[in-house]
């Protein structure tokens, strides 16, 4: 065995599966090693784009609304902050499993987190700024300040 792990040029190997049904463990070992251990933490970052959420903005006559795609995520994942102005969104995913089988352990571990940052126009009322997650959607309500708001048009009279 000249290599510890042998990875084509598109990065995984399809032929090769885990198997335990080898005659001899020379050629059991040589799989196991040449099973390549990367490639499903790099597949799921490379090919899923989770690095930095999607935000969609949007305005209303009240507020404004920022929408940010995080799916597979719990509540209690995520940080807001405001901060001078500054609205300031992160979170922080930790995943371990074990699987103990037979002869063998088998232990995976994963992390992921971003953090956004978006700069506040002075129209917003900071103390009511209003946040849930559903459906794999954080929206982050940020209220405009009475001032702020429109007001509806009116006719002057001439005196």
């Known amino acids: 065995m000249s290599t510890l792990m042998n990875i084509p040029k598109n990065g995984h190997d ?15 070992i040589d799989d196991l090693f040449n099973v390549n251990p ?36 719990k509540k209690d994942d995520f940080n807001i902050d405001v901060d001078k102005d500054v609205l300031s969104v992160s979170a922080e995913v930790k995943e371990e ?12 571990f994963g992390y992921r987190s971003f ?5 506040l126009p002075d129209s917003i009322d900071d103390d009511k700024i209003k946040a849930k997650y559903e459906d794999g959607i954080l929206s ?12 509806p048009a009116r006719t002057i ?3």
């Not at 399809?14 to 059991?28: F, P």
């Not at 790099?42 to 995080?70: C, H, Q």
């Not at 499993?97 to 995976?108: L, M, S, W």
């Not at 982050?140 to 007001?151: C, D, F, N, T, V």
């Open 14 to 28: 399809t032929n090769k599966k885990l198997s335990v049904s080898h005659g001899n463990w020379s050629n059991w």
């Open 38 to 73: 990367f490639q499903p933490v790099l597949a799921n970052t490379i090919t899923s784009g989770v690095a930095v959420p999607k935000v969609n903005v949007r305005e209303t006559k009240d507020d404004y609304f920022v929408d940010m795609a995080v799916p597979g995520m």
């Open 97 to 108: 499993t074990e699987n103990n089988e037979d002869n063998f352990t088998r232990r995976e």
């Open 115 to 119: 953090k956004r940052t978006f700069t």
């Open 140 to 151: 982050i309500q940020l209220p405009k300040r009475e001032e702020a708001k429109p007001k």
């Open 157 to 159: 009279k001439i005196s």
